[in-house]
């Protein structure tokens, strides 16, 4: 019968490097890292730590040093063959204006850039694969989540990336929304209502684009970016979103079955709620408990 330690024996021989050793750390080892990256001119010091969420490692949990494969993307491409397993270690950059760790988001580990790398890397969204900037953004959130960096850094990412095109970075997008609104729910009105103004603007512009009808040759991967697009912009307040929410729900209320396209009648659901007034809440809860419509 065939071990784990036989397969990585195997892979280590068709590859000429020390899989089995590499793998054992991951698979014998609870957790993952953080990897810490200061930036020094043209070298960046980075140094790995054991991640929790809570981020009040202790000394004793954190003693692993695992193999971390850096996978340092640059303007020349990826260096694939960079890692390190000591506790922290020194590259040289050729270009130190634009890079990123962790190419692809292949790697099982969070990084922890400067603030203002953070900021950079949003602005250099074209030079960064979908896969890269969707992993910015879940390793920014779980770091602002978990205390490790400020929420002001995810929201700098977060504008750097107001142009973006593709479905998956703007369910990233809308779900860090979502956690920094449920954090902030008991903030003072005023930071509540500039946070919703940053929501509208960065989801109004791509739901203006694009639009909200949706059409028989859409793309399934269109259909969810536009109801994506059009809840967002509509929970952040933007104005021709709530009347076309206002204007579908009314039609439906007056017996128009198919004025609510299936896609977005639980954004416009939500969004007269939000912004209607009384009477719109009844017949909300009225509508919604009636059957829909096949």
């Known amino acids: 019968m065939y071990k784990t330690s036989d397969l990585w024996a195997a892979l280590s021989d068709a590859s000429g490097k020390d899989v ?25 010091h980075l140094t790995q730590n054991r991640y929790l969420r809570t981020a009040d490692v202790k000394p004793e949990e954190d ?36 890079y990123k760790l962790n190419a692809n988001h292949t790697g099982v580990y969070r990084t922890l850039y400067p603030p203002e790398r953070l900021a950079k890397l949003g602005q ?47 369910t990233e997008i809308a779900s860090r929304i979502g956690s920094i609104k449920a954090a902030w729910l008991f903030e003072p009105k005023e930071v509540f ?3 919703k103004k940053f929501q509208k603007d960065l ?15 859409d793309s399934d991967i269109l259909k969810q970016l536009k109801a994506l697009t059009f809840g967002q912009a509509g929970y952040g307040g933007d104005e021709q979103v709530v009347a076309a929410a206002k204007e579908m729900f009314k039609k439906f209320a007056d017996g128009d079955a198919d004025a609510i396209n299936p896609n977005i009648r639980s954004s416009v659901y939500h969004i007269v709620l939000q912004h209607g007034d009384n009477n719109g809440e009844k017949e909300v809860c009225s509508a919604r408990s009636h059957k829909w419509p096949p």
């Not at 109004?204 to 909200?212: L, Q, T, Y």
């Open 20 to 44: 089995e050793n590499d793998m054992a750390t991951w698979t014998k080892k609870i957790g993952y890292p953080i990897i810490t990256v200061e930036e020094h001119g043209s070298k960046l």
């Open 63 to 98: 003693e692993t040093l695992w193999p971390i494969f850096l996978g340092l993307r640059t303007k020349s491409g990826v260096a694939e063959n960079l890692t390190f397993k000591t506790r922290d270690t020194t590259i040289n950059l050729d270009d130190p204006e634009f």
């Open 124 to 170: 250099a969204a074209d030079l960064l694969s979908v896969e890269d900037r969707a992993g910015l953004l879940g390793d920014a959130g779980a770091l602002a989540t978990s205390g490790y960096q400020k929420t002001s850094s995810l929201l700098d990412l977060l504008v750097g990336l107001k142009n973006e095109k593709e479905y998956i970075v703007w």
């Open 193 to 195: 209502k500039g946070f």
């Open 203 to 217: 989801f109004a512009p791509i739901a203006h684009e694009i639009g909200w009808d949706f059409k028989p040759e």
